[in-house]
């Protein structure tokens, strides 16, 4: 019998609601490698999630019976063992997968005999949300991390290396890829995480309820962590493992400082030590509240915490079965493993063959004018480029302005220009900054409305059009139009603005309502408006920093200026430490002399929040301490100073990098 080179491995449990959606992207997908195999590996439904399975041609299915230990990681151990593929695609029951992901991750398992094993980044949907298109998936630049462990619901290994470190432990209720993950990296391999969405992970309830938290506590869902550090006490993994999935001690630790200072209390006669305890943990819990702007999410994130430490200590009681639990002879076998026949057109073009953008006439008197600035990056302007010429409204113009001197990347763009004459490339004999370079676009633009792009940014395929939609239909003569953004960082992805926008903008953008900033903000790549609005309201010349802040507090000031906002994101703004960008500076005293030029503009309550929060983020960041006692004098002298905006300061200054996005990571869930 021929041997497959890919076998796709499904786990379900009472997933007929999905198992056909499902299988028809897999099967669709699995075109392009006619000889794959899908096996699914079902505990017990008792739903028709395995008749329905069994009316796809080719699917192998192996039955777990309820009298087993009914887990995830069981399924994946039973369905690895009867796979034979050279590559492995394990996949959840309540998946969709995305097209384009699996042809990359095996391309990369291909070239790179180091990894062993590839993730990607996964959708959440609610169970009955409508089907997603093609254009409502986010685009990617397909950036590579390495990860600590892969997701289970979608990753991709190598036969070899599992087969090698010992695959999953099917015994486990959780936490089984973390756990394979530390034998996988002892090993020698790296895990890799595409930055690219692979598929939609539909759920029955919202993730963030307190019913959910309290369902995988009953499901035994939080016992996985205590079964990993019986298995792994005595060995090197043990810290390892205790320090990268210790979420669990958290609460631990809290309440072993609760007990220390009621025993101190009762040793010392000295009430302070208790009270002391009590105040810190009452304003824990408040600060909580207010980063989660909701006192049930609070208490929700307590219980949470709370439920995985009592199931931490309950699985670590929990004894494996017996080694020969799950042998393959014990299972039934609903079908027979046959390989997929469908017949691939060997016509069709592939992907990388597809032109690099639609053809077009050009357009002489454009709906939509787009302005890119851009200098020496020509990889990452080669992509704003794309994801602006890819846009559902086509009746557009690109105009790039490259500031300065940049061979290199205006040969990238005249390549593109071949194909799509709607780019326009404006190259500066010199360097004059983002806001002259943005301006010298605006000159060029001939469109009707005019929409920002910085370089290192990307546009989703539907931004303009849902954007025009709401400003042609607006009531200002001037409308601003903006929407949310995908904030992409080397470690995850998250939506922003966190506050819908309001007037005036000042108050919004600094007026920070929790202990972190970034709550509010309208990003410069999301910004639409009509060409006549930028025309009376240019960039200031030569401003290095703040310039789309400063720019919308003067456009807001206008009579018949007003705020659109499309609430979704349609923007993806990548976040990377170490990349500089066409207006980027972290002088403090600049920031305080702009400020201050533009103090008539904003109210005093405003102009103290910016000193407080954004120049003090930035004088800390260079290690600046002459700032400290000036910045936080003219918040008083100037303005009228708020007590989180304060806490906010002294956190600034006090704390260190590193403690602050671990608290910010724990309550906010944004990336560390």
């Known amino acids: 019998m021929y041997k497959p080179f890919l076998s796709v491995v499904v786990i379900t449990k009472d997933q007929a609601w999905n198992i056909r959606r499902l299988l028809d992207s897999v099967l669709t997908e699995l075109e392009a ?6 096996i699914l590996a079902d505990s017990a439904s008792a739903d028709e999630t395995v008749s329905i399975a069994s009316t796809f041609p080719g699917v192998k299915i192996a039955r777990l019976r309820g009298e087993q230990r009914l ?58 949300a409508p089907v997603r298109s093609a254009s409502d998936i986010p685009a990617s630049a397909n950036s590579l ?42 090993a020698g391999y790296r895990l890799i995480e595409i930055q690219r969405p692979a598929v939609f992970h539909r759920q029955a309830d919202q993730p963030q309820t307190l019913s959910n938290a309290l369902a995988r506590s009953r499901r035994r869902l939080l016992y996985g962590g205590g079964q990993v550090l019986r298995q792994l006490f005595g060995t090197p993994l043990f810290l390892t493992f205790a320090r990268e999935r210790g979420r669990a001690f958290i609460p631990l630790i809290a309440m072993l400082a609760g007990v220390s200072a009621l025993a101190t209390t009762r040793i010392t006669n000295d009430s302070r030590w208790i009270e002391g305890f009590v105040v810190i943990a009452i304003g824990g819990f408040f600060a909580l509240a207010i980063r989660k702007h909701s006192l049930y999410q609070a208490v929700r994130s307590v219980v949470a915490h709370m439920l995985l430490l009592e199931g931490t200590i309950a699985g670590a009681f929990v004894s494996s079965p017996p080694s020969d639990t799950y042998l393959i002879d014990d299972l039934e076998q609903a079908t027979r493993p046959t390989f997929l026949s469908t017949a691939v ?36 302007v080669v992509r704003a480029v794309r994801s602006a ?16 001197p940049d061979p290199c990347t205006v040969s990238a763009l005249e390549f593109i220009q071949r194909t799509d004459a709607r780019l326009r490339v404006v190259a500066l004999p010199q360097n004059v900054g983002g806001s002259d370079a943005r301006n010298a676009g605006i000159e060029y633009a001939v469109g009707e409305w005019i929409a920002l792009l910085d370089d290192d940014d990307e546009w989703l395929p539907q931004k303009l059009e849902k954007q025009l939609a709401l400003g042609k239909n607006s009531s200002h003569r001037f409308p601003v139009i903006s929407c949310e953004i995908i904030g992409r960082t080397p470690t995850s992805d998250y939506i922003a603005p966190q506050r819908r926008p309001f007037l005036p ?66 923007v993806i703004c990548h976040f990377e430490e170490d990349r500089g960008s066409v207006s980027s500076t972290t002088d403090w005293r600049y920031s305080l002399n702009w400020v201050n030029r533009m103090q008539s503009y904003v109210v005093p309550e405003s102009y103290a929040a910016f000193l407080l929060t954004s120049l003090s983020y930035s004088a800390a960041q260079q290690g600046d301490w002459s700032a400290f006692v000036p910045l936080l004098v003219s918040s008083f002298r100037r303005g009228k100073p708020r007590a989180i905006h304060l806490a906010m300061y002294f956190g600034t200054w006090l704390l260190p990098m590193r403690c602050r996005r671990f608290i910010r990571s724990i309550t906010q869930g944004r990336p560390k």
């Open 71 to 128: 887990t995830p990681a069981a399924g994946r151990y039973v369905g690895f063992h009867h796979s034979t593929g050279d590559l492995i695609l394990f996949l959840d029951g309540d998946t969709e997968l995305i097209p384009g992901w699996l042809r990359i991750g095996i391309d990369l398992l291909q070239t790179k005999s180091e990894v062993a094993g590839v993730g990607g980044i996964f959708i959440d949907l609610l169970k009955d």
């Open 345 to 380: 057109n060997q016509d069709a073009p592939s992907p990388d063959d597809l032109p690099p953008a639609r053809e077009s006439v050009h357009n002489r008197n454009p709906f939509v004018t787009v302005v890119i600035p851009t200098r020496n990056r020509p990889e990452l």
């Open 33 to 38: 490698w006619p000889s794959a195999e899908v």
């Open 145 to 186: 991390h390495d990860m600590g462990h892969l997701s289970g619901c979608v990753c991709l290994y190598r036969r070899v290396v599992l087969e090698q470190v010992g695959g999953f432990n099917p015994y486990l209720y959780s936490e089984e890829e973390a756990e394979l993950a530390l034998r996988i990296r002892r």
């Open 389 to 404: 010429l890819l846009q559902t409204v086509t009746d557009l113009e690109v105009i790039v302005v490259v500031d300065g």
């Open 505 to 570: 903008f000042a108050d919004y953008a600094w007026g920070q309502r929790g202990l972190f900033r970034g709550e509010g903000a309208l990003y410069c790549p999301t910004l639409v408006g009509p060409r006549s609005l930028f025309k009376k309201c240019l960039f200031t010349s030569g401003l290095r920093r703040h310039q789309d802040w400063d720019w919308l507090i003067r456009a807001f000031a206008l009579p018949g200026a007003g705020l659109e906002f499309v609430s979704e994101p349609l």
